[in-house]
C-alpha cells in the first residue's frame, strides 16, 4: 500500500489550497478514505474522510463549511478542497486509508497559512 500526497504549501489567510492523495496497492473504491492533519507540538487530529462510494463525508467541527472532501475512484486518489484557510489550520496534513483492518499513512504535505 502507498498512499502519496501532493499540493501543499504557503497561502494567505482567506486563500485555497487543495491536497490530493493518489492511492496504489489496495482496490481504492471498496475503502474509507481519510484526512488528518498534526500541528507543530500537537497531536495528530481528524479533518474529514469519506466512504468509497463518495457518498457520505464527515468532517471535523473546526473544518465544517470550509473542507471539501472529495474522491476519484478511476484516478485512485482523494482531494481535500480547503478554503477560508486560516492560521490555525498550519499543519502537515496526512492521508489515511485501513484496507483490511491494516492502518496506513502518508508521509504528509505541508500547509503555512501565514501573511
Known amino acids: 500500500v502507498q498512499l502519496v500526497e501532493s499540493g501543499g504549501g504557503l497561502v494567505q489567510p482567506g486563500g485555497s489550497l487543495r491536497l490530493s492523495c493518489a492511492a496504489s496497492?489496495?482496490?481504492?473504491?471498496?475503502?474509507?478514505m481519510g484526512w488528518y492533519r498534526q500541528a507543530p507540538g500537537k497531536e495528530r487530529e481528524f479533518v474529514a474522510r469519506i466512504i468509497g462510494s463518495g457518498a457520505i463525508t464527515v468532517y471535523a467541527d473546526s473544518v465544517k463549511g470550509r473542507f471539501t472532501i472529495s474522491r476519484d475512484n478511476a484516478k485512485n486518489t482523494v482531494y481535500l478542497q480547503m478554503n477560508s484557510l486560516k492560521p490555525e489550520d498550519t499543519a502537515v496534513y496526512y492521508c489515511?486509508?485501513?484496507?483490511?483492518?491494516?492502518?496506513?499513512w502518508g508521509k504528509g504535505t505541508l500547509v503555512t497559512v501565514s501573511s
Open positions: 496497492g489496495f482496490t481504492f473504491s471498496r475503502y474509507i
Open positions: 489515511n486509508a485501513v484496507p483490511d483492518g491494516m492502518n496506513y
